[in-house]
C-alpha cells in the first residue's frame, strides 16, 4: 500500500507561517522552529509554497531561478536543515515546481528577450500586429493573455500574471531542463513534490480564439499533457514519491488518468470544482449561497468515480489561493467551532488524502480586510480595478475582495494572542486578523476540546483504521443537501460520518441506532439515546460499527 493513502499533508505559505528574523515576513527558520508544532498535528508531510528566487509578483509563483532560496525567506543551508530536521522528526518535505511558467526575470526568458532562438523556443512566443494580440485569450489574473515585445515584434503568452511567461514544452530542451530542477531537489532529500497548474502545460497545435469562453479549454488538460507527465516522473525517478498536480478547470476522466497508479503521472489530484459552489454561474467576483446540494453531489461523484477508476483525490477545502472555510461555508460567530471541526470531519473521513493549510486547524478565519490598501495580492488587486471598471462601487468590490480575495487565507498565522500574533517581533507584511485574541494556537494547546485537537484526533483516526484509508465509499441521504453523510467500508469495518451543514437542527431521515455504534469523535458532548433521531446545529459524528 503506498503510505499516502494514510497520510495526512500540511501546507505551509512560508510568507505568512513564522518570522524568524522580525523583518516582517515569514522563513523557513521560522518552519524549523515550528516542526514540533506540526508534527504534533499527525501529519507525514509538510508541503511548502515556492521560496525559490523570485521578483515575488505572484508571491513566489513567479520562479526566477528553481535552485536558489530567495533571501527574504533564508539560504540553502536553512533549506538543507528543514529537509533533515523535518525528516528526524518523520515528516517529508514537498516543493512547489512551477512548470507552467516562469518569472518573465529567469535568464530563459532574459535570453529570448535579447534574441536568442534557442531560448525563444523556451516560450510561447507568436507573430502578430502590435494592435491584436494573437487570440482573444484571457489571463487569469485579468486582462489578455498575451503580452507584446516591440523589439521582437512578437506576443508572449502568460495565463497569469504579465510577468509569469508560460513554457513551450513541445520543446524537448524545455523537459530536460524541469527534469534537471527535479532532480536536483531529489538529491536534497525532498520526498515529494505538487505541481502547479500542471494540467495547462500542453498547449494546442493551433491557437486560434474562443468563441465561448476565455480560451481554458484549449489548453487544460491538453493534448501531450499525459505523455509529458509519464516522460517526467519515468525520467526522474519520482514514481515512488508523493506527487500532486494542481488541476485547474479540469475533469473526472483526465483526473482518474492523473492518479491511476497503472498510468504512472501522479500520486493525486486537487480539483476546485467543489469550491466553486458559491460562484455565480461559475464566476469567482460575483458573490452567491453556497449550493449544498451540488457540493454534496460534486463530492458523491468525484469520490466514487475515482474509486471505480482507481484514481486519488487530494482532499482539501482551504489553500494560499481560497478564502477560509469556515467563513465560507461555516459560522464565524456561534458556531465556529463546532462548524471548524464538522468541516474538517466531513472531509478528513472521505477517500483521498486530507491537506491542512496553516490555520485551518485553528479555525482562523477571513481577516476582514476593510481597504483595498490592505491588499497584497495581485490578482485581488487587479480584480479590484476590473469590478470598479464594470460599474461596482468601491464598497461593493471591497464586500467581494472581502469574500473572494486570495489574501484571505494569506494573513499570518495566529500562534498567540500577542501584538503580532506570536508570528514577528514586527509589523508583519499583510494585516493580521484582530481575532487573533482569541482564535490562536496558544489558547487551543490549552483547551481539550479545540479545533486543534480536533484535527490531531482526524489524522490518527486515518492512522488507525483500514476503513478510512482504503474503505470504499458510499453517500447517505442523498436528497437532503443539508446532510453531508457517508459511510466508509473495508473488511468487517465500517465507519459511518454524518454532518450537518446548518445553524438548524435536522431531523435524520432514518434514525441511527446509537447502541449499534462505537463514537469515534463528534463536536459536541454525546447524548446518552437508544436513537439519534435529530442532529444539533453544525453537528458533526464518526462512528464505528464492526460488522460480524
Ligand atoms: C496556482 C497557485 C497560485 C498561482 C498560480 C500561478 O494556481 O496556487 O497561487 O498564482 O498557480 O502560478
Redesign the pocket.
Known amino acids: 500500500m503506498e503510505n499516502f493513502k494514510k497520510s495526512t499533508i500540511y501546507q505551509i505559505y512560508p510568507k505568512s507561517f513564522c518570522d524568524s528574523n522580525g523583518d516582517g515576513v515569514g522563513d523557513i527558520r521560522g518552519i524549523i522552529q515550528k516542526l514540533d508544532y506540526i508534527k504534533s498535528l499527525g501529519v507525514d508531510y509538510i508541503w511548502s ?1 515556492p521560496f525559490f528566487a523570485s521578483p515575488m509578483n ?2 513566489g ?2 520562479v526566477e531561478d528553481y535552485r536558489k532560496i530567495h533571501p527574504t525567506f533564508g539560504t540553502m543551508a536553512d533549506v538543507e536543515e528543514l529537509i533533515a530536521q523535518a525528516e528526524k522528526r518523520g515528516m517529508g518535505i514537498m516543493l512547489d515546481m ?1 512548470f ?2 516562469t518569472s518573465t526575470r529567469h535568464k530563459w526568458f532574459q535570453k529570448a528577450l535579447s534574441g536568442d532562438p534557442d531560448y525563444m523556443d523556451y516560450y510561447i512566443f507568436k507573430d502578430g500586429s502590435p494592435k491584436e494580440p494573437p487570440t482573444n485569450w484571457q489571463s ?2 485579468g486582462g489578455s493573455a498575451w503580452e507584446y515585445v516591440p523589439s521582437l515584434k512578437k506576443w508572449y503568452l502568460h495565463l ?2 504579465v510577468t ?1 511567461a508560460d513554457l513551450n514544452w513541445e520543446n524537448p530542451r524545455v523537459r530536460e531542463e524541469l527534469k534537471e530542477i527535479i532532480r536536483f531537489w531529489k538529491e536534497k532529500g525532498v520526498k515529494g513534490f505538487r505541481f ?2 500542471v494540467n495547462l502545460i500542453s498547449k494546442p497545435e493551433v491557437f486560434e480564439d474562443d468563441t465561448e469562453g476565455d480560451g481554458r479549454r484549449f489548453y487544460s488538460d491538453g493534448p501531450k499533457v499525459h505523455e509529458y507527465l509519464k516522460e517526467l516522473t519515468a525520467d526522474t525517478g519520482i514514481n515512488h514519491m508523493v506527487t500532486v498536480g ?1 488541476m ?1 478547470s479540469t475533469s473526472l476522466k483526465h483526473c482518474i488518468r492523473y492518479s491511476n497508479p497503472e498510468e504512472k503521472e501522479l500520486s493525486m489530484c486537487f480539483n476546485f470544482h467543489h469550491l466553486k459552489v458559491d460562484y455565480k454561474d461559475g464566476e469567482k467576483w460575483e458573490l452567491a449561497e453556497p449550493d449544498y446540494r451540488k457540493l454534496k453531489e460534486l463530492f458523491e461523484t468525484w469520490q466514487c468515480e475515482m474509486e471505480k477508476g482507481k484514481g486519488w483525490n487530494a482532499l482539501f477545502w482551504c ?3 481560497q478564502p477560509r472555510i469556515v467563513s465560507r461555508l461555516g459560522d464565524e460567530t456561534t458556531y465556529w467551532k463546532e462548524s471548524a471541526k464538522m468541516l474538517a470531519a466531513c472531509i478528513h473521513m472521505l477517500r483521498g488524502t486530507p491537506y491542512i493549510f496553516q490555520g485551518e486547524e485553528l479555525g482562523m478565519t477571513n481577516p476582514g480586510y476593510g481597504d483595498i490598501e490592505e491588499y497584497r495580492d ?2 485581488s488587486i487587479n480584480y479590484y480595478h476590473i469590478l470598479l471598471e464594470q460599474g461596482k462601487t468601491k464598497e461593493e468590490a471591497l464586500e467581494i475582495l472581502g469574500q473572494r480575495s ?1 489574501d484571505n487565507s494569506r494573513s499570518p498565522m495566529q500562534w498567540d494572542a500577542g501584538e503580532y500574533a506570536g508570528f514577528s517581533t514586527e509589523k508583519p507584511w499583510i494585516g493580521i486578523p484582530k481575532n487573533h485574541s482569541w482564535i490562536n494556537a496558544a489558547a487551543q494547546e490549552k483547551e481539550e476540546d479545540s479545533i486543534l485537537n480536533f484535527y490531531r484526533k482526524l489524522t490518527g483516526l486515518r492512522k488507525k483504521y483500514e476503513a478510512v484509508s482504503e474503505g470504499a465509499v458510499e453517500f447517505l441521504y442523498r436528497e437532503q443537501p443539508e446532510i453531508f453523510a457517508y459511510r466508509r467500508r473495508w473488511n468487517q469495518q465500517e465507519i459511518l460520518v454524518v454532518n450537518n451543514f446548518t445553524g438548524r437542527e435536522i431531523k435524520l431521515p432514518e434514525p441511527i441506532k446509537d447502541r449499534e455504534y462505537q463514537r469515534l469523535l463528534g463536536n459536541y458532548p454525546p447524548e446518552q439515546v437508544k436513537w439519534i433521531e435529530t442532529l444539533r446545529p453544525y453537528e458533526s459524528m464518526i462512528l464505528l460499527k464492526k460488522i460480524l
Open positions: 509554497t505572484d508571491n509563483y513567479d512551477v507552467n511558467h487569469k489574473f497569469f500574471d509569469q502547479d497548474v494542481e485547474s489553500n494560499h489561493d495581485v490578482e486570495r
